[in-house]
């Protein structure tokens, strides 16, 4: 998945430390095949409302789209009015803002997109988390998030947090700690400038989350629906 998505794109907090795992976490738990019914539901998002459900979560997201005059010219679900362009397939009807190259004209809509559970989406349970895996785009690795439900049916998402490495230089960007403070912990392989794989035992994974190798990223309100 792209950096910063998870999805949930919308709930992390963006990392100048990219730390990956060589397998869907923990280890030795089983993948669940479905949602759990307690964190299933709407829940709001920065003005936005995102969806789990039994086998998928679904959220809205903004993609470019591209698009020539004569193409507009014929078409039947693009308009152009008021400097504006306006794409029936997108939620948002407003209109978008676009730019033009020679006879090309560029934008932005807003989809719904669904991530469903697969060899490359994995939930497993781990004492009061569920955690998700998601792979990487076109890469063996992954990232982890813990999901937390409260009791008043609210849920808290928890990323990896953000750790200053020696190659790291602006002192201007807030980090929660000094990555080789986790080094006694777990093995951590350098595979880029400030991109770590590691690959916890169980024993060492609940060390990182007692640690506070996951930090909350946020919390979302649930909603009827």
């Known amino acids: 998945m792209k950096p910063c998505l998870f999805l949930f794109a919308i709930i992390l907090t963006c990392s100048c430390t990219r730390i990956y795992f060589e397998q869907p976490q923990p280890l030795g738990a089983k993948a669940l095949t479905a949602f759990p019914k307690d964190i299933r539901g709407a829940y ?32 039947s679900s693009v308009t152009v009015k008021d400097s504006l362009i306006y794409d029936k397939s997108s939620l948002y009807k407003t209109g978008f803002k676009y730019h033009i190259t020679k006879d090309t004209l560029h934008y932005k809509v807003m989809l719904r997109v669904s991530q469903v559970l697969s060899d490359s989406l994995v939930l497993k349970a781990y004492d009061r988390f569920w955690v998700l895996n998601e792979r990487e785009d076109n890469k063996e690795v ?6 937390e439900k409260f009791e008043n049916g609210d849920i808290c998402i928890w990323s990896v947090g953000n750790f200053k490495t020696e190659t790291n230089r602006d002192g201007k960007i807030k980090y929660q700690a000094e990555l080789k403070d986790f080094y006694k912990i777990t093995e951590f392989i350098k595979i880029g400038e400030d991109e770590y794989l590691i690959n916890p035992t169980l024993k060492e994974f609940k060390m990182l989350i007692k640690n506070g190798f996951f930090i909350k990223a946020d919390t979302f309100g649930r909603i009827s629906y």
């Open 44 to 75: 709001l998002a920065d003005n936005d409302t995102f969806y789990i459900k039994e086998l998928e979560f679904t959220y809205t997201d903004l993609f470019d789209r591209s698009i020539t005059q004569a193409e507009i010219n014929s078409s």
């Open 142 to 147: 992954w990232n982890t998030y813990l999901i």
